[in-house]
């Protein structure tokens, strides 16, 4: 009998874990019979009552697992490594506020079933702020334009993932992975299912301007050369332009010595451009430096506190946490 393991990383999710964790069985049992399955939570250190409603789901029904982090490790970190403690012949990654449909979960096994070694969702819609999918449009189609690697528009990392992938995953030993990166680099001929994203069920996100930009950056880091390129080329253009622009100058004050005052207007106009310009690509070199330190220096994905309902130990393998 094959095995389904369905993996909700949560984060102050009181309202919801309850909620997803009867909707997911309901569909398993319900719609998918002849399969086992596990249920994986992988909280990230939620400071509510995420946790003591885990502990009590998992004492109900042992096929319900549990990973409580040490501390928050990100929104890429532990979701990634929660994948790599699963057991099942695929992993279906959702999230606890029912933003991804419950009902997609038959949907990715049938595809599954029909040779995709990945299935995942794609956005057609969404019932969220229409400002907030405008922006995430524009910036699907910024980065797919820039990056040298194929980026995935509306794919926020949801979907079924075959076992042989998620050993490619294991084999990476990326201390700063991104999913959505990996699949379209790394990832088998897949399967893309449309849907409509709904509302959250209960509770605010978590996604503030911080983590968007923060994932904004990891793409634009980790899959585009644009930035260096662009820092190489307008500086290469503002150089150029400067030096005709100060031959000019002295080419008038000699000509016209008394009748072609330079003033400090230009001056000042000049370095405030060019001091600009400066900070801005030095800003940006430094997300880049950001990006290659955090993976030099080879830190855990994530530093488990407790889990639950795991028959198996723990040990470290390569700065990574795996299953004996």
Known sequence: MKKISI?????????????????????????????????????????????????????????IKAIFNAKNFGQFN????GMLQCTGDCVISMVA?????????????????????????IKTGSKENPIMYALRSCYYKMIKKLS?????????????????????????????PFLRGIVAELGYKRKEIPYIQPQRRAGKTHNN???????????????TKVGLRLATIFGSICAAI????????????????YDFPAGMAP?????????SVQIFFIGLVGEYILSINS??????????EERLNFDTPVKKVGGKQHEM
């Open 267 to 275: 001056v000042l106009i000049g370095m405030c451009f060019l001091g």
């Open 78 to 81: 532990s979701p990634y490594y």
């Open 97 to 121: 506020d029912f933003q991804d449909p419950v009902d997609m979960i038959p949907k990715y096994v049938h595809e599954w079933e029909n040779g995709y070694k990945i299935v995942i969702g």
């Open 209 to 223: 301007f911080y983590r968007l930009y923060d994932a904004a950056m990891l793409s634009v880091t980790s899959y």
């Open 7 to 63: 993996l909700i990383p949560c984060y102050n999710e009181e309202e919801n874990v309850g909620p997803i964790s009867e909707a997911v069985v309901e569909t398993l049992e319900r719609d998918l019979p002849e399969y086992d399955y596990e249920l994986v939570f992988i909280d990230n250190d939620s400071t509510d009552q995420t946790r003591p409603i885990l502990r009590k789901i998992c004492s109900e029904n042992p096929r």
């Open 148 to 176: 040298d690697v194929e980026q995935i528009e509306h794919f926020t990392g949801s979907g079924l993932y075959d076992r042989d992938f998620i050993e490619i995953l294991r084999e990476l030993d990326d201390p700063t």
């Open 295 to 304: 993976r030099v220096m080879k830190r855990p994905l994530v530093v488990e």
């Open 242 to 257: 400067s030096m005709i622009v100060a031959i000019v100058y002295l080419v008038m004050k000699l000509l016209h010595w």
